[in-house]
């Protein structure tokens, strides 16, 4: 009967290696080990020693705040969470009754103000020609009491009658002093203006302004374009100025923030170029950057509990240094980045040539937000068109009221 596989002899165990043979082994192994050591020494020693690197490093971005400039009630919400907004673009609506019933009675007062002013023009103007009456009676006067003098002397003329001239001069040049000085008075509010320039009315002008701008910003628009997050306002609300509504992230002006060990900071300049990538994407997607510049102080200095190192119990801690690197803009808008996200950034310190710290004031504007310019705009159309509805025929001016205030002066100067 054949053996079975169970029971069939045991293979016997290979010959142990000989010396010779394990010697040559350590000796390969030994060698690999040494070619390794030499090629990450020399890679230290000529590329590594230019490289600085640390995944502590996180996309920072702005964080654009949208609040109201009015109080109001909110009536409608247009943007939402994940949204993508454009600047200018209305995000929240108030309930515009009441800025509209302001605007109505700041426009009724302009309107008002503009017919007040005409009636000083006007009254300039007549109370002129009331002047020249009484420098005429004046002149009169004057003339009537120098011929009955002149007959005094004859007796012609009694005494009586001479003392009557002399009171009817005296109230003719009273008159005329009252006159001018009401001329004089009503002068002053219109002397080198005219209606649409004058104090009075540039008042009421400026206060249709600014009713019109209170009825314009019921609407909040975005500052920048962006993607809405954040979002804490509710239909209903009755808001005051200031209060958060959304936060807009701008993700195409994102940077990233490496915080550095500052025993990796002797080299770093600004400009050096910067390799980094995102662990949202990985390894195969490289983002070029370059430094920006590197923060006035570490992160503790900046935390909500500065670290108190004179208290006595002191350890020393390894400190890191926030580095702003700025991304190719062109790789952010073909893979774009979350604000929060991790990085690893690599830089290269082989330029040492760069500054470590900014030399000169920036003049630049970095950031700017869509305001109300096309209100102001509009405003200043709804004051003009308001004005020249209430002026007088176009003809009420400054030159048309010096004109008639020149001639009605004019008798005064031969009157005694």
């Known amino acids: 009967m054949p053996d079975s596989p169970a029971t069939a002899a045991p293979v016997p165990p290979a010959p142990p290696l000989s010396t ?8 390969v192994f030994g060698g690999v080990l040494i ?14 020693r230019f490289k600085e690197s640390t995944d502590n490093a996180y996309v920072a971005g702005n964080l654009v705040q949208v ?16 949204d993508f907004v454009t600047a200018g ?13 302001a605007l109505e009675q700041a426009e009724a007062q302009l309107a008002k103000t503009v017919r007040d002013v005409r009636g000083l023009y006007a009254s300039t103007a007549a109370l002129g020609a009331t002047l020249a009456v009484r420098d005429s009676d004046s002149v009169r006067a004057k003339d009537d009491l120098a011929r009955r003098e002149s007959l005094a002397a004859t007796g012609a003329v009694s005494g009586e009658e001479l003392e009557h001239a002399r009171m009817a001069m005296t109230a003719a040049r009273a008159a005329q002093a009252s006159a001018r000085e009401q001329w004089e ?6 002397e080198g203006t005219d209606v649409a320039s ?28 962006g993607y809405v997050a954040r979002r804490t306002v509710q239909v209903g609300q009755r808001l005051q100025p200031g209060a958060a509504l959304l936060v807009i992230v701008p993700l195409d002006g994102v940077w990233v923030e ?12 600004i400009g050096q170029p910067v390799q980094v990538s995102a662990d949202l994407y990985g390894s195969s997607i490289d983002y070029r950057g370059h430094v920006e510049g590197l923060a006035a102080g570490t992160g503790s200095v900046f935390s909500l509990l500065p670290a108190q190192n004179a208290t006595g119990n002191w350890i020393k801690v390894v400190q890191r240094l926030p580095v702003r690197i700025t991304l190719d803009p062109d790789a952010l808008r073909s893979h774009p980045l979350r604000v929060g996200l991790s990085m690893r950034v690599v830089v290269d310190t082989t330029d040492r040539s760069g500054a ?40 009420r001016v400054r030159a048309a009221a010096e004109h008639r205030a020149a001639d009605a002066t004019r008798p005064a100067q031969t009157g005694g």
């Open 20 to 27: 010779s043979r394990r010697r040559r082994v350590l000796q």
């Open 356 to 395: 470590q710290l900014a030399t000169a004031a920036g003049n630049t504007t970095h950031f700017t937000a869509a305001t109300q310019d096309h209100a102001v705009a509009d405003a200043d159309a709804r004051v003009s068109s308001i004005i020249l509805a209430n002026a007088a025929s176009r003809v």
């Open 198 to 225: 004058h104090p009075l009315v540039q008042q009421a002008a400026g206060r249709v302004r600014a009713a019109y701008l209170d009825f314009a910003r019921c609407k909040v628009l975005a500052p920048v374009s």
């Open 185 to 190: 008075s009503n002068r002053a509010q219109t």
């Open 89 to 101: 673009q209305p995000l929240v609506e108030f309930d515009p009754s009441d800025a509209r019933v």
């Open 258 to 269: 490496a915080n550095l060990k500052e025993n990796q900071l002797r080299n770093l300049r």
């Open 67 to 82: 609040t109201p400039q009015v109080a109001g009630t909110v009536v409608a919400i247009r943007a939402d969470d994940t």
């Open 35 to 48: 070619v390794i050591a030499i090629v990450v020494a020399g890679y230290s020693l000529l590329f590594g």
